[in-house]
């Protein structure tokens, strides 16, 4: 079964906004990673935050984890146009290395 | 970041015919890897379980039989769809941890079309 699911949105913004999307999940996990995925292509592992983290930065991005509410929202700030693609939040449960995929956020940068 | 790969990127064959897809690790050792499925706008799907020296685990639903999984290296896992179908025809892709991380990389994907 689907562990996470991002808020079914599509989002489109300006370049120089920021964008932001959000994961649920149901149950209890290990890890929680975000990963994109331009059209056609495979996908690029952006950031893991482990059960025990609440908040992490790479670059641009922010993630935060909120294991009370089963929720994690992604953030990328000052956004540019290459950053159009799909956005999908994947969960791995302890002793377990499989990974649930949400449904994925379509993100698009207007220039 | 470690890199994986797949071979081919695209492949057209046949309705009947096999096709082969390769999965490696470049820059680390994986005893497990991940194929996975994906149509058009949506999500991955989870197909098997990629075990080094041993069967993989096929997930509810996916036919062992039609999709074989040899898992001979720490670096090489392949997937065999047999005797391909039009509805086979989707885009497959394989992942790996790299486990002094837990971190699972992806290849680029192999799109499968079955004529």
């Known amino acids: 079964s689907q562990q996470g699911e991002e808020d079914p949105q599509a989002l489109s913004i300006q370049e120089g906004e920021n964008a932001t999307m959000n994961c649920s999940y149901k149950?209890?996990?290990?890890?929680l990673q975000w990963y994109r995925q331009n059209s056609g292509r495979g996908l690029v592992h952006l950031i893991l935050?482990?059960?025990?983290?609440r908040e992490k930065h790479s670059g641009r991005l922010r993630v935060t984890l909120d294991t009370s509410k089963k929720s994690s929202s992604l953030l990328i700030t000052a956004s540019r146009a290459a950053d159009t693609a799909s956005y999908f939040c994947?969960?791995?449960?302890?002793?377990?290395?499989?990974?649930?995929f949400g449904k994925g956020n379509q993100v698009v940068v207007i220039p | 970041g470690a890199v994986v790969s797949q071979h081919p990127s695209r492949v057209i064959c046949k309705s009947g015919t096999s096709v082969k897809i390769e999965c490696r690790s470049l820059?680390?050792?994986?005893?497990?890897m991940f194929w996975y499925r994906q149509f058009p706008k949506q999500s991955l799907m989870l197909m098997a379980t990629?075990?080094?020296?041993?069967?993989?685990?096929?997930e509810q639903g996916v036919e062992k039989d039609k999709f074989l999984i040899n898992h001979a290296s720490l670096t090489l896992s392949t997937l065999t769809v047999t005797s391909a179908h039009p509805e086979d025809s989707s885009f497959y892709i394989c992942?790996?941890?790299?486990?002094?991380?837990?971190?699972?990389?992806f290849g680029p994907g192999t799109r499968l079309t079955v004529l």
């Open positions: 992942s790996a941890i790299d486990i002094s991380t837990d971190t699972q990389y």
């Open positions: 149950t209890s996990i290990n890890n």
């Open positions: 935050i482990r059960s025990n983290e």
């Open positions: 994947a969960t791995a449960r302890y002793g377990n290395n499989r990974l649930a």
């Open positions: 820059d680390f050792q994986a005893t497990t």
């Open positions: 990629s075990n080094e020296g041993s069967k993989a685990t096929y």
